[in-house]
């Protein structure tokens, strides 16, 4: 069975940074990119980027340069993305998303980050 | 970037009808497209890829058609599961856009 299980919910501070990671299993991890994904409360889905586990090349969103950073960790098959200088525009449930050419088959579970004094 | 109208934010339908929701791109993007179903508290899960092909396991009741700018997601018999939101993406080009989104509800 495939599943990305992703970090549990953050509760950081403006100006902080954070990490979050998504562990993938029951498919070939360097086969397919690892996307991410922002969704704002009630508000639709951003792609803020992606990672080619195979080799680390990664490929951002404009909007999301300097405000993400996309690792993968080959060896227990985990993506991460570090979230810095938060602001409260940050907050939102962050999704990995892989397993097709540019859409997404699989999906993890989201991670809420809430930035809060 | 490549932006995806949903015209429709609602729609209304009752168990057993047809329903048709719409998405619009900003420029051709050769049936790059994909429809995914969310629901409350859940990830969205992918039904559509590629205007047409349905992802595995996904019922055949969910069609999906269009060519250039213009792309539908059919439900053919509407089921009280599939009262949820309805997002297109383009594939065709980085940055992967996605609509707004299209809610479907009970009548």
């Known amino acids: 069975e495939v599943q990305l299980q992703q970090s549990g919910p953050e509760l950081v501070k403006p100006g902080a940074s954070v990490k979050i990671s998504c562990k993938a299993s029951g498919y070939s991890f360097t086969g397919y990119f690892m996307n991410w994904v922002k969704q704002s409360h009630g508000k639709s889905l951003e792609w803020i980027g992606r990672?080619?586990?195979?080799?680390?090349?990664?490929f951002y969103n404009q909007k999301f340069k300097g405000k993400a950073t996309l690792t993968v960790d080959k060896s227990s098959s985990t993506a991460h993305m570090e979230l810095l200088s938060l602001t409260s525009e940050d907050s939102a449930v962050y999704y990995c998303?892989?397993?097709?050419?540019?859409?997404?088959?699989?999906w993890g579970q989201g991670t809420l980050v809430t930035v809060s004094a | 970037d490549i932006v995806m109208t949903q015209s429709h934010k609602f729609m209304s339908t009752s168990v057993g009808d047809r329903v048709s929701i719409t998405c619009k791109a900003s420029?051709?993007?050769?049936?790059?497209v994909a429809w995914y179903q969310q629901k409350p508290g859940q990830s969205p899960k992918l039904l559509i890829y590629?205007?047409?092909t349905r992802h595995t396991g996904v019922p055949d009741r969910f069609t999906g058609s269009g060519s250039g700018t213009d792309y539908t997601l059919t439900i053919s018999s509407v089921q009280a599961e599939d009262l949820a939101l309805y997002y297109c993406?383009?594939?065709?080009?980085?940055?992967?856009?996605f609509g707004a989104g299209t809610k479907l509800e009970l009548k």
């Open positions: 990672i080619n586990p195979y080799n680390g090349d990664t």
């Open positions: 590629w205007a047409s």
């Open positions: 993406q383009q594939h065709y080009s980085t940055p992967l856009t």
């Open positions: 998303g892989s397993g097709g050419n540019s859409w997404f088959a699989y």
């Open positions: 420029q051709d993007v050769s049936t790059a």
